[in-house]
């Protein structure tokens, strides 16, 4: 089936730039999501990017899509303690079916 | 406001006796789907609906069961729980043409 990669964890120092990689195989992606879950709560959809786009930019977020490697990353600029948290990646193609990678804990720290 | 609702948010049972986590949606959605989330596992996909009465299965669809009688509603039913099935359990729902996902709160399950 197809999947979804990304690394378990990411540690930052507050202030500091974070960049969270993800890594998929469906090359008929629609659409591309990173998903926020704060601790004891449900996921949240941050910010999406359709496929026939490079970057999207909102804020602080900043998404880079890749789409002939098939990697899509995350960058929270200015990165607080408030963004510690689980971010998934996850991708949908033309079934509506998303599929969602491990999740990346990251973890800010002073 | 728009929402998935979840109940019970926290349920501590016993092996074999059934149970079933109740899924609400007040957007009209037409897609529907419930998910477990186990450590360093990532969310999994257990069974997922796209309309009234059409069910299909997930990746981790054994030892439950789910329906669709109406469109806002999606229970999860464990027939007989094991301790295998201690987990954290998500709702989520979508309007097709969009395909962005809205989430319930959890449901944390335990099994003894």
């Known amino acids: 089936g197809e999947d979804v990669e990304q690394s378990l964890f990411l540690s930052v120092r507050e202030g500091d730039s974070s960049v969270i990689n993800c890594t998929y195989t469906?090359?008929?992606?629609?659409?591309l999501y990173w998903y926020k879950q704060e601790p004891g709560a449900g996921l949240q959809l941050l910010t999406y990017i359709f496929s026939n786009m490079d970057m999207k930019q909102d804020q602080r977020l900043t998404v880079l899509l890749n789409k002939k490697d098939k990697h899509l990353s995350l960058r929270i600029a200015d990165t607080q303690t408030g963004d510690s948290a689980i971010y998934f990646c996850?991708?949908?193609?033309?079934?509506?079916?998303?599929?969602f990678g491990r999740g990346t804990s990251l973890i800010v720290h002073p | 406001e728009a929402q998935v609702t979840q109940n019970p948010r926290y349920l501590i049972t016993v092996t074999g006796k059934k149970l079933t986590v109740t899924c609400s949606q007040n957007?009209?959605?037409?897609?529907m789907s419930w998910y477990r989330q186990d450590p360093g596992l990532g969310l999994r996909q257990i069974y997922y609906?796209?309309?009234?009465?059409?069910?299909d299965k997930g990746d981790v669809p054994e030892g439950y069961k789910v329906s669709r009688k109406e469109k806002r509603n999606f229970p999860l039913i464990l027939e007989s729980p094991s301790p295998n099935q201690t987990s954290l359990y998500f709702c989520?729902?979508?309007?097709?043409?969009?395909?962005?996902?809205?989430f319930g709160p959890g449901t944390r399950l335990t099994v003894l």
């Open positions: 469906d090359s008929s992606s629609t659409y």
């Open positions: 996850a991708e949908s193609g033309g079934s509506y079916i998303p599929t």
């Open positions: 609906s796209m309309n009234v009465e059409v069910t």
């Open positions: 957007m009209n959605h037409e897609y």
């Open positions: 989520a729902s979508s309007d097709m043409g969009t395909d962005t996902q809205y």
